[in-house]
């Protein structure tokens, strides 16, 4: 199994372009996630999807958008780049994400993405 | 609030055990866990804990659980240079169902010669 893939690995955008982030997982996972990870700061949950058809929003949602059209794709898709968006961000997946149960999520690699 | 706090940098000598601290906040969480991540790799479990537990320990690996005071810690015996990463803390936390988990910065572990 390949895991959890991210492209692209690096991008540079300008203010105001527009990106999607993709993201495939071959593990038959229902919960897939996007965080977002800045320099000395823990990760914060973009979006989440419970399955195909479902997203919700997570900590940081604004400036993004999702879509789960299928199990293995989450791709994160970001409209009219800001500087602030600059970030490394990570795709994930877990089999269950239901409270009070063991929940190891898998990561993608990430995308290091620069707003200039 | 939810919030996972740790010291953000430890630096240790080859052979000497490493020991990584956090504090979480949210008493509800049933597992706690410890992701690595390497040098421009995404994160990958570690280990984890039930909360039911005082201690965990997995070969090099020792977890630590305070509930009381909301500690956890892992302790890295016989450090080698491969432990070289940044070790992340991760509570559960969330509502309607839906388990989250919520990350510390990270610490980031040296190990030297």
């Known amino acids: 199994n390949a895991g959890v893939t991210q492209t692209p690995k690096f991008r540079i955008l300008k203010i105001g372009q527009s990106m999607t982030l993709q993201c495939t997982q071959d593990?038959?996972?229902?919960?897939m996630y996007w965080y977002r990870q800045d320099p000395g700061m823990g990760l914060k949950l973009i979006y989440y999807?419970?399955?195909?058809?479902?997203?919700d929003k997570g900590e940081v949602p604004n400036g993004y958008n999702v879509s789960r059209s299928t199990t293995e794709d989450f791709p994160l898709r970001l409209e009219l780049a800001a500087p602030s968006q600059t970030s490394v961000y990570f795709c994930?997946?877990?089999?269950?994400?239901?409270?009070?149960?063991?929940?190891?999520?898998?990561f993608g690699p990430g995308t290091r993405l620069t707003v200039l | 609030g939810e919030d996972v706090e740790q010291s953000l940098f430890l630096s240790v000598r080859e052979g000497d055990s490493s020991v990584i601290n956090c504090t979480y906040t949210d008493s509800s969480s049933t597992y706690l866990y410890w992701y690595k991540q390497e040098p421009g790799a995404g994160l990958q479990l570690l280990t984890y804990i039930f909360s039911n537990m005082d201690m965990k320990q997995d070969q090099r690996l020792t977890v630590l659980l305070n509930k009381k005071d909301k500690h956890l810690s892992l302790r890295i015996a016989d450090t080698q240079t491969g432990d070289s990463a940044i070790y992340f803390c991760?509570?559960?936390?969330?509502?309607?169902?839906?388990?989250?988990?919520?990350f510390g910065a990270g610490t980031r572990l040296a190990v030297h010669p």
């Open positions: 991760a509570e559960e936390g969330g509502s309607g169902g839906y388990n989250k988990l919520i």
């Open positions: 999807s419970v399955g195909a058809g479902i997203t």
């Open positions: 593990m038959n996972h229902n919960y």
């Open positions: 994930a997946s877990s089999y269950s994400g239901a409270a009070e149960t063991y929940n190891e999520q898998f």
